[in-house]
């Protein structure tokens, strides 16, 4: 329990510097083949694309929306304990967490078909998510104690997290509908590494006065922490073969699970676009590797009880071994190895986007006496879009949305960049700027959001940057 | 034209993230961080009725030594850094009494001894606190106790009755500890 603890608690400690998978620079953005990623639906003009392995798509995510590095450890000349105690401690609610995800792509590779309408895509990637929200009444257990408490209920549920670690197998088809519409779907195939969440907890912990004693402690939990594949990878460790199994958990050794992504772009005319898509609708379910810790149960107790005569019964009695017997038969810790269903964080994206100014050549094959052809129903493209987006994902906590305002500017065929403005839990003052490059074949693309906190990065609570390598052809 | 736009936005992207910049940071200030809680819980509790004082005769109504792994289990021996007991006896009984604890080692070694005399009922609630630590006596007394020696005695008669409803001597106790946690 102590290995799946560091285990857990390191890989959370990680994510903790990472954020919450909004990608609104590379959604919609049509000259980016992973923004088939984020929206399986959106308009593309490739003839076929391949990303460059481990290099095609690399995101990391970065954000803290309590506090900053900068609020605990800033050179400042006042007390850390003072700081963790009016900041952290009093100045953060359970709302209030460290999240983050990064995406690593195996293996990218597109193509359209001999109906040149449908695009078809698959590829592996590797995924990490976890998420922890503050346990308020658990650090404050933990820094003060209940001593200054007596009375106050703890709050077993302010204990929430999940995290995992996963590979995904995915097929998707992107097509092109008629002149406006452009529908996509994508199958998955989740190779789950480890899982742990622990997001369905509650009871409470409080000390009143006693009945017989001066005090009375009473403990009301029900509490679960679930787990896949720690004990494998903590067995790997230790023989060391911890690469050995992390690959064989990720290609199918480990639990899986199946999810859908949907999406599309509408034209509302030769120069609006509405977009929306709804990304990992689905589950895993665990049953290698499951080890699951519960605690559930009602107990109050005053300390070691001598009543007598009572007590008297047995002159060998051990008050101290029956009180402990007492406790766990009332609130058992227990564990099991039952399989549990786990489901992914299911993200939705919309957007609406107006394009202007001038139209650019296009890049692919097509008969193309007008910008929008009706033979192969190529899509018109302008140097400026300009739009908004809306970005939801279902959290422990429940949904949390962020809005976006976007300008992309187009240079020709070779540069594009898109600057968006977020606003979400995390900063009011995200500011972000992706540029793609298109050099002859050879797409590069590079992202960076909160630009603004680049000048006190420790203070930031979002950071996050995306970059990638791909081949692109349009077939001319 | 565009070939500079280009390169410019490039660039600045580039100086952008290379030239981000930090307050000056220290982290080692974790060093100086203290979390050191203080928790509070009951911990003993005897009751004892008149009846059954006066049926022992001049006999010590209780006299037992029993295991107490609270203060010795690691998690706690090696953080505790100072508390306090608190006692109460409330003796409503026609008959003093007194009562004594000591606190044993692994070796049934005595480390520490209490003890309440106790005048006969109605008396007033007897409240005692006992420091350990920094301004009391050793915590080393907390950190090796591993059993207690509870004693209760009758220095009076053993046929009197209290006109009190349920008379009955009590012994409530407390702990409240201070431990390091970093």
């Known amino acids: 329990m102590k290995g799946h603890f560091l285990f857990f608690a390191l890989f959370t400690g990680l994510c903790a510097m990472l954020h919450a998978q ?67 401690i009093n100045g953060m609610n359970i709302r209030d967490e460290l999240s983050g995800t990064y995406q690593v792509e195996l293996l990218s590779i597109g193509f359209r078909g001999k109906d040149r309408d449908n695009f078809y895509s698959f590829g592996i990637y590797n995924e990490g998510d976890a998420i922890g929200y503050w346990p308020r009444d658990y650090a404050i257990l933990t820094f003060e104690g ?18 995992e670690m996963l590979n995904v197998f995915h097929f998707g088809i992107n097509r092109r509908m008629g002149k406006e519409l452009t529908l996509g779907a994508r199958g998955k195939l989740y190779s789950s590494i480890f899982d742990f969440n622990s997001t369905q907890n509650k009871g409470a912990f409080v000390t009143n006065p006693g009945q017989n004693n001066i005090l009375a402690s009473t403990l009301d939990a029900d509490m679960r922490f679930r787990t896949s594949g720690l004990n494998e990878l903590e067995n790997a460790e230790d023989e060391g073969s911890l690469g050995k199994t992390l690959l064989q958990r990720g290609f199918f050794g480990g639990n899986l699970g199946i999810g859908l992504d949907l999406g599309f772009s509408y034209n509302l005319d030769r120069q609006t676009v509405i977009t929306g898509s709804l990304l990992d609708l689905g589950f895993i379910y665990h049953s290698n590797d499951v080890k699951t810790y519960t605690l559930k149960g009602n107990a109050t107790i005053e300390g070691v009880e001598i009543i007598l005569p009572d007590a008297l019964a047995d002159p060998n009695s051990d008050f101290w071994q029956e009180l402990v017997d007492e406790i766990e038969e009332l609130i058992p810790f227990e564990d099991d190895t039952r399989g549990y269903v786990a489901f992914r964080p299911t993200k939705l994206y919309a957007s609406i986007r107006r394009d202007f100014g001038q139209q650019l050549e296009t890049r692919g094959i097509c008969d193309c006496d007008e910008v929008v052809s009706a033979g192969n129903r190529m899509r018109a493209r302008y140097t400026n879009s300009l739009g908004g987006q809306l970005y939801i994902i279902n959290r422990p906590r429940g949904p949390q949305t962020a809005l976006t305002a976007f300008y992309t500017r187009r240079f020709g065929n070779l540069l594009a960049a898109k600057a968006t403005y977020t606003v979400d839990k995390f900063s009011f003052t995200n500011v972000g700027l992706g540029v793609s490059l298109q050099a002859g074949p050879v797409n590069m693309y590079a992202m960076a959001d909160n630009l603004l906190a680049y000048s006190n990065v420790a203070n930031a609570h979002y950071a996050s940057f995306q970059l990638g390598l791909n081949i692109i052809s349009w077939g001319r | 034209m565009k070939k500079p736009f280009t390169s410019g936005i490039f660039w600045g992207i580039l100086f952008l993230l290379l030239h981000s910049c930090s307050e000056p940071q220290d982290f080692d200030q974790y060093d100086d961080l203290d979390i050191v809680p203080a928790f509070e819980a009951s911990i003993f509790y005897l009751e004892s009725p008149e009846d059954l004082i006066n049926s022992l005769g001049d006999a010590d109504f209780f006299s037992r030594d029993f295991n107490f792994d609270a203060f010795s289990e690691n998690v706690f021996a090696d953080r505790v850094i100072e508390g306090t007991l608190t006692y109460e006896v409330e003796n409503t009984t026609s008959k003093p009494l007194e009562i004594t604890i000591e606190f044993l080692d692994e070796a049934n070694n005595v480390l520490d001894t209490e003890t309440f005399s106790i005048d006969p009922g109605p008396t007033a609630l007897l409240q005692r606190e006992v420091a350990y630590g920094n301004s009391g006596r050793s915590i080393e007394i907390i950190r090796n106790t591993s059993g207690i020696r509870l004693r209760g005695s009758n220095l009076g008669d053993s046929t009197s009755t209290s006109t009190l409803p349920e008379p009955m001597v009590k012994l409530r106790s407390s702990g409240e500890f201070r431990v390091r946690i970093k």
């Open chain 1, 22 to 88: 909004n990608k609104q620079l590379l959604y919609d953005f049509g000259e980016i083949p992973q923004s088939l990623s984020v929206n399986p639906g959106t308009q593309i003009d490739f003839q076929w694309f391949s990303g460059i392995p481990a290099l095609s798509g690399i995101s990391f995510n970065a954000g803290s929306s309590g506090i900053t590095v900068n609020d605990i450890f800033a050179d400042d000349g006042l007390d850390i304990n003072d700081k963790i105690r009016d900041r952290a």
């Open chain 1, 146 to 163: 209940n001593a200054s408490r007596l009375g106050q209920q703890f709050d077993l549920s302010h204990l929430k997290i999940r995290g």
